[in-house]
């Protein structure tokens, strides 16, 4: 099992930018890949983007292309979400997962280990 712990979280105005980071302890060797999702009240959980530690492949939900950036640093075993021009829409709880495979990592099912979740609000 692999523990997450996100922070960063935040208010935020519109236009403005954030970090997110991802802290990842216990088996971390086994997870091949990591993500981010958020969920907003009312909403489905959503794909916010992913990462693969080996390679550093990364893949966009198309709400956040070209204003998120996923990163990692695997000495730190440690995940970052970048966040730029930020809307108010992206008001959300932003979760990161890891997963032992990646496969479908758009799919929220195919993560098996789950952070508490980060509060982000982005004022208008």
């Known amino acids: 099992q692999v523990q997450l712990v996100e922070s960063g979280g935040g208010l935020v105005q519109a236009g403005g930018s954030r970090r997110l980071s991802c802290a990842a302890s216990?088996?971390?060797?086994?997870?091949?890949?990591m993500g981010w999702f958020r969920q907003a009240p009312g909403k489905e959980r959503e794909f916010v983007a992913a990462?693969?530690?080996?390679?550093?492949?990364?893949w966009y939900g198309d709400s956040v292309k070209g204003r998120f950036t996923i990163s990692r640093d695997n000495a730190k075993n440690t995940g970052y979400l970048q966040m730029d021009s930020m809307k108010p829409e992206d008001t959300a709880v932003y979760y990161c997962?890891?997963?032992?495979?990646?496969?479908?990592?758009?799919?929220?099912?195919?993560?098996?280990?789950w952070g508490q979740g980060t509060q982000v609000t982005v004022s208008s």
């Open positions: 216990g088996r971390t060797f086994s997870s091949d890949a």
């Open positions: 990462i693969l530690w080996s390679g550093g492949v990364t």
């Open positions: 997962a890891a997963a032992r495979r990646a496969f479908r990592l758009g799919y929220y099912g195919s993560y098996n280990d």
